[in-house]
């Protein structure tokens, strides 16, 4: 079905009902569900999975601690201790997401926040997602087994459509909606060297879509995983999740690694109980070789392969009585990956070439199926101007293709189409007054096949109060550019039975959702500041705070309701078109610390609070009474002790408090979350973990978009074993 006309829409009186772009009824429908009519595999036997999983984790703990102490005696601890790393060493901390080249975390000019490998450890994290909890002014909840919202300073959602998010530097973000599939983002956690967050625009250096933050996740180099890997997890959410690596030399001067992984989630329940049918299982592998050609040159190739299958409880509108069905539903990920990056450092210059191929593939045949490529390549220089300026530039394509199979449900037109993209950017770093005061400033110009040329420039500046002690200040502006669905997208939302009020009809009548040739870039304009301190060797701060401005946000606009079907009209169709008639203003602090406590214990602390004051401009007359102001916790909190026992026990504890979602109707809660690890020999290390010990059920969030059954999240313990043959 073609985009909707827009030339032919004529405001109309809002009706009482919700009319929603990406949110249709979601707070009546925690809990509310009849449930599905048939079974998803992972469902209807998930207890005697769970007891068969239980029963085998055992079995590999006696044989694998057989082995360890009959073989593997000697040694040192392979993994470092969190503890052991001064407050100094945090804030020299290398990253490179703030400025496309390596620099201290205390000399960065923006609100970065790194999680280590350690970090990931001893947080108990399964996934990305729950790994990105930790990160202030970051908001991440679940949704069901499988889906995720997660969001940098509001506007968070599952299809969250202003955070991006890379892997080794390559975009996972899908043109389709401008988010991300988080279900399919999927690495070997042991791999991840460090996951740098900066929470705030990136554009100027990552382009559009990079408006409220940047998510970096920087894998080890291949030299540094020279081993065998064996891990098994095991539990009653995650029944089972086991990955076996292995890397070696190739030569004397190329290294590399190679993975397989499986993980196998139960279902969950809804708020009254029932089945959600939201099991979730995958397999995946992939590679890395890292080779030093010369002194100065590198280069790099890896690679990813996955095969997803997950289930939902899904609720679709029907043009038949009762006008909706509620099933259980199974949807099929699959893609792949491969990338190749060369980089020359010489002197006071770099280069970088990288290009990547990336394939999605979903399938869901009750709702959407949807085959995305895309083709990306950079080029990046870094250079010295002078002994005061550091300059980097440069330029950037990316081709994607994308071929969709509509349902009832969701239509895209063109169901095949391709789209260029162009980009270029500069930024100049100036220092001044004996290096004590950075100015930064620069800026990227793209252009899309949607609205031309983009403009996203910033400025920063950043002072050495003292040695120990640095503020900042940043002016940035950034856009999102409008995504496929956007432009081409049809989603029948609800359908009126004949009759029912406010129309009366004779007639079915459906509550569409249209795209719109006329959708516009919404942009962004940011005011920032920053404090850090390293009070002593062992305590330090770091407080951000911020203003956005946004104006052009997506409303959905009344049309004129038209008759639908040939010959005889069968239905009659009330179009909510995309406009950008919605601005306003968000603004919040993030202030955490850092504090060594005793020579083995570590504490951190950190708090969020955000306040948005988003409307509708007065040319709207889109009748949503949902804004995004209530879909995001004004307060969170975090607080994380890391203490290392005697003969090699290390144990950590998580507490953490997420305020209500007024809008959604989902309560606020706290979480305590914690565990215990133990290496008895240095190439064996066993864990346990539990979550959400104060609180047996709660929900996070609800679905946004597509209309599922949101699970609660409850007590759950896993775990696991992880065995090297030598040091890592």
């Known amino acids: 079905m073609n985009t909707y006309d827009t030339k032919r829409q004529t405001a109309v009186r809002p009706t009482d009902r919700n009319y929603l772009w990406n949110r249709a009824d979601r707070g009546s429908r925690l809990g509310t569900s009849t449930g599905p009519t048939r079974l998803l595999r992972v469902g209807s036997s998930a207890m005697s999975r769970r007891l068969a999983c239980a029963k085998r984790v055992l079995v590999t703990v006696f044989a694998a601690m057989f082995v360890a102490t009959s073989v593997w005696g000697q040694g040192s601890q392979g993994t470092p201790d969190v503890t052991a790393m001064s407050v100094e060493d945090l804030m020299n901390m290398q990253v490179t997401s703030v400025s496309k080249r390596t620099q201290k975390v205390a000399d960065a000019a923006a609100a970065v926040f790194v999680i280590t490998q350690e970090d990931i450890q001893r947080s108990g994290a399964r996934n990305i997602p729950e790994a990105l909890r930790m990160v202030p002014g970051l908001e991440v909840a679940r949704i069901d087994e499988n889906k995720w919202a997660i969001g940098s300073r509001g506007f968070n959602g599952r299809f969250a459509d202003k955070l991006l998010v890379l892997i080794d530097g390559r975009s996972v973000y899908t043109p389709l909606f401008s988010g991300v599939y988080w279900d399919v983002q999927d690495v070997v956690l042991d791999d991840v060297d460090r996951i740098e967050v900066i929470r705030g625009p990136g554009a100027t250096l990552w382009g559009a879509n990079a408006v409220d933050g940047v998510i970096n996740i920087i894998t080890k180099p291949a030299k540094a995983t020279q081993s065998a890997l064996v891990k098994v997890e095991g539990g009653d959410e995650q029944m089972t999740a086991d990955t076996v690596q292995f890397g070696d030399k190739i030569g004397n001067k190329g290294y590399y690694r190679a993975y397989a992984k499986y993980f196998d989630w139960a279902s969950g329940n809804g708020l009254a109980g029932q089945n959600a049918f939201d099991g979730w299982h995958q397999v995946r592998g992939g590679f890395r070789s890292d080779w030093t050609l010369s002194n100065v040159d590198s280069l790099t190739f890896q690679g990813d392969m996955y095969n997803s299958r997950e289930g939902e409880t899904l609720t679709i509108p029907t043009l038949t009585a009762p006008y909706s069905s509620t099933f259980a539903n199974v949807g099929h990920y699959s893609g792949g990956n491969l990338l190749g990056r060369w980089t020359r450092s010489s002197g006071n210059s770099s280069y970088s070439l990288q290009g990547y191929f990336d394939r999605t593939n979903y399938s869901d045949n009750s709702l959407f199926v949807d085959h995305e490529s895309v083709f990306d390549i950079d080029f990046q220089h870094d250079f010295h101007l002078g002994n005061a300026n550091e300059i980097v530039w440069g330029v950037g394509y990316r081709s994607i293709q994308d071929s969709n199979v509509s349902s009832f449900t969701v239509s895209v037109q063109p169901s095949h189409a391709q789209y260029n993209q162009f980009s270029t950017f500069v930024q100049d770093e100036v220092s001044f007054l004996d290096s004590r005061l950075h100015v930064t400033f620069g800026s990227k110009f793209e252009h899309n096949a949607f609205t031309g040329w983009e403009f996203e420039p910033n400025i920063r500046l950043l002072g050495s109060i003292s040695k120990t002690q640095s503020a900042w200040v940043a002016v940035s502006r950034a856009v999102r550019t409008p995504a496929l669905t956007e432009e081409g997208l049809r989603l029948n939302a609800a359908v009126i039975p004949p009759g029912a009020p406010p129309f009366s009809s ?93 020579p083995k214990w570590k504490l951190f602390g950190s708090y969020s609070f955000l306040r948005m004051n988003i409307h509708k401009n007065s040319d709207s007359t889109d009748p949503t009474m949902d804004l995004p102001n209530g879909e995001n916790p004004e307060q969170q909190f975090y607080f994380r002790s890391s203490l290392e026992l005697p003969k090699h026990f290390e144990q950590d504890l998580v507490v953490r408090h997420v305020t209500q979602l007024q809008s959604l109707n989902v309560p606020g809660y706290s979480s305590l979350d914690g565990g215990v690890r133990w290496r008895p020999v240095p190439t064996l290390e066993f864990s346990f973990y539990g979550e959400n010990w104060l609180n047996s059920r709660h929900t996070e969030f609800a679905p946004d978009f597509v209309n599922t059954l949101p699970t609660v999240v409850g007590r759950s313990f896993n775990g696991g074993i992880t065995w090297t043959p030598r040091n890592r």
Do not use: C, H
């Open 506 to 598: 004779p007639l079915p009548v459906i509550e569409a959702v249209f795209g719109s040739r006329q959708f516009q870039s919404e942009d962004l304009l940011a005011y920032e500041i920053g404090y850090r301190v390293q009070a002593t060797n062992s305590f330090s701060a770091d407080i951000s705070a911020f203003y956005n401005s946004y104006t052009n946000l997506r409303t959905a606009e009344p049309g004129t309701p038209f008759p639908e079907g040939s010959p005889t009209p069968t239905d009659v169709v009330l179009p909510f078109v995309a406009y950008n008639r919605m601005s306003g203003g968000t603004w919040g602090i993030e202030p955490f610390v850092d504090w060594k406590a005793l």
